[in-house]
């Protein structure tokens, strides 16, 4: 979610965040202070001049490395976006290594001090950004926010981001990752199916509940969640909460204000979820479902609802039937929302960074600003089905899929009520902890009132830390 939350938190997304154990900060601490400014000069190729089009001084026969998450979106755009960059540095090779693991695939290059240039640090394996930052081995990449932007000079990249995406990779003060997707969180159904049984996609919880009832009876599941990775499932309590207790409780949450937790809102919010469940709208057997095999039996109509970020369509294409009309619809309003019904989720995710000691430091920061181009932009969206954090990325010529179409339309109804949570890039161990009470509660092993308790808890150590 990354962010995505974060995604894929995302995010984060954050797909399954937060779950692996992160590498030892002892370890990565050892690359961080490993040798000195002579050693490190002496890994890194020769810069190029620098001038107004080669602002970072790339040297054009200097080799590319990047490595990719290869999840939701797949990696094709990599490959794409490298190709891409070739074509502007004549005598450069970009190579791209897609993995899910990135933290087995990277953790022994952060230590050993010789790190890709560019990495899509995402997934259930991610090597965590809080961790890589407190240990000096992230480039600030403040530079490329004040560099010109590609497809109009008078203007700067930080001018052309969505709103949020250089609050969403800000740690301490400064941008260390650049969440370049941007998402949408919510709920997912088939357009097909509704359409099949005359159901009307509720806006509000009750009408939810409702239609949840009478989705029981037709022999279906109601509800579907990504039972082994608890991300999923808390992108509907915190969507709610947020909906309910408006932006400033959001903003407390993120700040780690143990009080937050006090608000009528998130016990109305934790309530909501846990009814899903004493209902017995679950789709038997999904708390120990991976994300894949959920949503695989979402698309094989066993369940009418699962909730995701916006990378959904393109992490199911294989699974999707042709005709399944994938929609996606707002979490739906409680009784005294702060935010209206169309208010949604919505934020930059899946993180882009350069090490501190990449080789080719100038051409990873180079990479990230031609990929905030239009072209750039629009090579992602049609080999991955989604919306980057460029204003106005995607031109009329870039066809997109029914779902991502869907998130285009909800965008545009929410307009300036969106929202988005940042505490999975704050703090990882927070995040992580947050999901083990969710799964708990759907496993009915915990009580909402409980949930509260324990979030408020783990607020007041993260707090403290």
Not at 306 to 321: D, F, H, M, V, Y
Request: proline share 6%.
């Amino acid at each position: 979610m990354g962010s995505e939350m974060n995604r894929r938190d995302l995010v984060k997304r954050s797909a399954a965040l937060g779950l692996v154990a992160v590498p030892a900060a002892g370890l990565l601490s050892a690359c961080a202070s490993s040798g000195g400014s002579d050693s490190n000069s002496s890994t890194k190729p020769t810069k190029g001049a620098a001038s107004k089009d080669n602002p970072f001084g790339v040297n054009d026969s200097a080799a590319l490395d990047i490595v990719i998450f290869d999840g939701g979106y797949g990696h094709d755009y990599a490959t794409a976006l490298g190709k891409l960059y070739e074509s502007k540095h004549a005598g450069s090779k970009a190579s791209v290594l897609p993995t899910q693991d990135i933290t087995g695939k990277l953790q022994p290059r952060f230590n050993g001090g010789n790190p890709p240039d560019v990495i899509d640090d995402s997934g259930a394996q991610q090597i965590k950004l809080d961790v890589l930052q407190k240990n000096g081995q992230l480039s600030d990449l403040t530079p490329l926010l004040d560099a010109p932007y590609i497809d109009d000079p008078s203007k700067k990249i930080r001018d052309v981001l969505q709103p949020g995406t250089i609050e969403t990779g800000t740690l301490d003060g400064k941008m260390y990752s650049l969440s370049y997707i941007y998402t949408v969180w919510g709920l997912w159904y088939s357009g097909k199916l509704f359409k099949e049984k005359g159901w009307t996609a509720p806006k509000t919880w009750t009408d939810f509940m409702s239609l949840s009832a009478e989705i029981k009876k037709a022999g279906i599941a109601p509800f579907a969640h990504q039972g082994k990775y608890p991300y999923y499932i808390n992108v509907a309590i915190m969507d709610l909460i947020a909906k309910n207790g408006g932006v400033d409780l959001q903003k407390r949450i993120d700040a780690f204000d143990p009080t937050a937790w006090d608000d009528p809102a998130v016990l109305k919010g934790i309530t909501a979820i846990y009814e899903i469940v004493d209902k017995g709208y679950l789709l038997p057997g999904t708390n120990g479902l991976t994300h894949i095999e959920s949503q695989t039996k979402w698309n094989q109509y066993k369940a009418a609802f699962i909730p995701c970020g916006s990378w959904l369509e393109n992490e199911q294409l294989k699974a999707t039937p042709s005709d399944f009309d994938m929609k996606f619809m707002p979490m739906p309003s409680l009784d005294g929302d702060k935010l209206p019904p169309d208010a949604i989720r919505a934020g930059a995710g899946e993180p882009f960074i350069v090490p501190a000691k990449a080789k080719n430091q100038a051409g990873g920061l180079e990479f990230l600003r031609m990929m905030l181009t239009k072209e750039g932009s629009g090579k992602f969206a049609a080999a991955a089905n989604s919306l980057t954090v460029l204003k106005d990325g995607v031109g009329s010529d870039v066809q997109l899929r029914p779902g991502t179409a869907s998130t285009v339309t909800a965008l545009t109804a929410a307009g300036t009520n969106t929202f988005n949570y940042n505490y999975p890039n704050t703090n990882s161990q927070f995040d992580t902890d947050l999901q083990n009470l969710s799964a708990e509660l759907m496993a009915k092993r915990l009580k909402p009132a409980e949930w509260v308790a324990k979030a408020k808890q783990l607020a007041a150590k993260a707090k403290s830390s």
